[in-house]
């Protein structure tokens, strides 16, 4: 079972266009984390939220925890090609903040 | 910039053979975390350290499977033997951990990873 449902799995759209992924839960963490991933590559940190209805902007990119903390959104303003990526959710919850991982979302932005 | 050293970067190696990755965390970071990502797939927890002790090892195969974090800081993670099933990305991250008990202090930073081809 899976800790962390993100959906859509796969998502391809064109440059400007708006999109938004989800990342759910039926436990709540302490913290909720977003990653970009590139082929090859690490993911890389875009954001950490703590709060219950917390949202944060990183530039075109707004992230939203949910209330109750089990659940978070991250929407994409104006996609461009530079966005295509693996968007993965992480949550940290217990004693050890344990970092748990969804299997992202992988996005395409068409030109 | 301060960064997640891992090596080495691609790794080939044959079936029933014993391999090793390197990682070195960032200067400071308490906690270090392996995983391991499937291609197309999410990263899976594969061993989590405090310093040099093991403080979540459930999702480690430890009958091929080890990892150790003598001194608190770099740390090896062993495969002996490797099976085919094995062949995966291999990532290290390391975060400040509970030093300082705010969850910002929980932000993974990455390696850029093994890549690991069992044949």
């Known amino acids: 079972t899976q800790l962390l449902e993100q959906s859509p799995q796969f998502l391809s759209i064109q440059e400007g266009e708006n999109l938004t992924v989800y990342c759910n839960s039926s436990s709540v963490f302490s913290s909720l984390q977003w990653y970009r991933q590139e082929p090859g590559e690490g993911p890389v940190l875009l954001v950490t939220v703590v709060t219950g209805g917390e949202v944060k902007k990183l530039k075109r990119l707004t992230f939203q925890f949910g209330d109750a903390r089990k659940d978070s959104s991250l929407h994409i303003t104006a996609a461009q090609p530079g966005d295509t990526g693996l968007y993965l959710c992480?949550?940290?919850?217990?004693?050890?903040?344990?970092?748990?991982f969804g299997k992202g979302t992988l996005l395409t932005v068409n030109p | 910039e301060a960064e997640v050293a891992q090596s080495p970067r691609y790794k080939i190696t044959e079936k029933s053979q014993a391999v090793a990755f390197w990682c070195d965390p960032i200067?400071?970071?308490?906690?270090l975390y392996w995983y391991r990502q499937i291609l197309g797939q999410g990263p899976e927890l594969l061993v989590q350290?405090?310093?040099?002790?093991?403080?979540?090892d459930s999702q480690l195969p430890k009958d091929r499977f080890s990892a150790e974090r003598l001194k608190g800081v770099d740390s090896t993670l062993k495969i002996q033997p490797a099976e085919l099933g094995d062949s995966a990305m291999y990532l290290c991250?390391?975060?400040?951990?509970?030093?300082?008990?705010?969850?910002?202090?929980?932000?993974?930073?990455f390696g850029q990873g093994t890549r690991l081809t069992v044949v």
């Open positions: 991250a390391s975060s400040l951990g509970q030093v300082f008990l705010t969850d910002p202090d929980t932000e993974a930073f």
């Open positions: 200067s400071g970071h308490a906690t």
């Open positions: 350290f405090q310093d040099e002790s093991v403080v979540d």
């Open positions: 992480a949550g940290a919850r217990g004693s050890n903040y344990k970092l748990t």
